[in-house]
């Protein structure tokens, strides 16, 4: 848990000794009262945010830490949750006022697919930062299965055509092959899915229509839920053979000695979007200041990240390594915050883009992200009967708030502190990406054709079908 104690008056009582402050002071209170009068003071200024000990909750360790959030005249604790439902249900209570967030989370209960909730976000917080880690054992089993370079090592990406065999052994001794995920809407359970199904392996289907919400139904993989911290200690124990989840997880499995990466999101989906920082609906509407503020602070801690080619990165990694973020060991959270990635052990591997909290238009909370995964449910069945193009359109909007970015964006223009070239062109940006062929099967994605997208693929329900 991080607690914040300060010793600064609330920015109301600051205005309020302004008539009494002496010239110059009252010179200096003018300027800063104008910078609020333009956006409007924060309805609330105390505020308790909650976050998983992952890597990708920098943003919100960094706004902290560098001052962004007294700066908008926020006070803030920062609360690491125990596991995502813990964190999404805080959220929805009122005990927290907003968290990091798996991207899928507020989707998922806008739409009613676990808790039901309208959840918003108006931020993202990075592209890529996860991989996929399989036991010693079973790497040994796939690297039959994979080409070799000429200077030596495994060719990269690695399909899950390789790891096929070995799943099919393991179902005809009448074995199950268990892997982990970290949650039913997460990128990390998209993703994986996404990367066997690419390799020919069946990972299940959800049927809540019929009270079936274990994502197992006709799976060559069963795939089932693990906590981000425990995923190497599960390993080990061999209730699971492999996983998916965000660093620092996946290198520490390397660190320990006992199991290997085997590929990152970076090459299943080349920059995909990953957490986000989501909020009820009803806070928002009734903090709206506060909430841009809270953006604000965090598009500026999402720059000082990638700055000057990720200068600030070792600074960064010291930060999260500390108890109350992280806490992982300072050497296992820079082998992928610092632009390398190390898979099998010694097979280090430049990954520039495998953190990316700013560049690529990281911050913007697009519609077309949103489709994504919203196709990803309709496929593995989440969403269990067939929709619209325009419904896909419709959660869209109702989810993620590039408005409400584009106001903090605006307002950090004028407060001087960022120019207009670093984000989108709000007058003519619509939220959609350009087509993506990025992915490890090569399928091109277009986020306005989502029912087409969904029919593209070979593994999956089509998008007229139903279980």
């Not at 929805?92 to 990091?100: K, W």
């Not at 917080?125 to 880690?133: A, C, E, K, P, V």
């Not at 199991?259 to 090459?267: A, L, M, R, S």
């Amino acid at each position: 848990m991080k607690a914040v104690f300060s010793t600064k008056p609330a920015l109301s009582k600051v205005m309020g000794a302004v008539k009494v402050a002496t010239i110059g002071a009252t010179i200096s209170a003018c300027l800063v009262t104008q910078a609020y009068a333009e956006l409007g003071y924060p309805e609330k200024e105390e505020l308790k945010f909650g976050f998983i000990k992952l890597t990708d909750m920098a943003p919100l360790a960094i706004a902290y830490e560098n001052g962004y959030f007294e700066d908008e005249g926020l006070y803030v604790t920062l609360e690491a949750q125990a596991n995502w439902k813990v964190l999404l249900d805080r959220v929805i209570d009122g005990q927290l006022d907003g968290a990091h967030m798996l991207a899928g989370q507020p989707l998922g209960a806008t739409i009613g697919f676990g808790t039901q909730a309208h959840i918003i976000t108006a931020f993202s917080m990075d592209l890529n930062g996860n991989g996929i880690t399989v036991s010693n054992e079973i790497w040994e089993q796939m690297k039959k299965n994979i080409p070799v370079g000429a200077d030596g090592k495994v060719e990269h990406p690695i399909s899950a055509s390789a790891l096929k065999p070995v799943v099919e052994s393991y179902k005809a001794q009448g074995k199950p092959f268990n892997m982990g995920m970290v949650f039913p809407v997460s990128t990390h359970n998209y993703e994986l899915r996404y990367w066997l199904a690419a390799g020919g392996i069946k990972p299940g289907y959800y049927a809540p229509h019929k009270g079936d919400i274990s994502g197992q139904l006709d799976a060559d993989a069963l795939l089932s839920v693990t906590p981000p911290p425990q995923m190497p200690a599960t390993l080990e124990a061999g209730t699971i053979y492999g996983y998916c989840v965000g660093e620092p997880w996946n290198q520490q499995a390397v660190f320990k000695g006992i199991g290997v990466p085997v590929i990152t999101d970076y090459e299943i989906w080349k920059n995909n979007p990953e957490k986000v920082f989501g909020v009820s609906k009803g806070w928002a509407d009734e903090n709206p200041n506060t909430h841009i503020r809270v953006v604000k602070a965090m598009i500026r801690a999402a720059k000082w990240l990638d700055e000057n080619n990720n200068a600030n990165r070792p600074e960064a990694v010291e930060i999260l390594s500390r108890s109350e973020y992280v806490g992982a060991d300072y050497d296992v959270i820079a082998n992928s915050m610092t632009g390398t990635f190390e898979y099998e052990k010694g097979d280090i591997r430049d990954v520039p883009d495998f953190n990316v909290f700013f560049r690529h238009n990281a911050t913007y909370p697009y519609y077309s992200d949103a489709i994504w995964y919203l196709t990803q449910m309709r496929r593995w069945g989440q969403i269990s009967e067939q929709k619209s193009d325009n419904w896909y359109m419709d959660i869209a909007k109702k989810v993620y708030r590039p408005d409400i970015y584009a106001e903090a964006a605006k307002s950090l223009i004028e407060d001087g502190v960022m120019n207009a070239s670093e984000f989108p062109d709000f007058a003519t940006e619509d939220g959609f990406k350009a087509p993506q062929s990025d992915f490890i099967d090569g399928v091109v994605y277009d986020g306005r054709k989502p029912n087409e997208y969904i029919d593209s693929f070979e593994i999956g329900l089509k998008a007229d079908q139903s279980l």
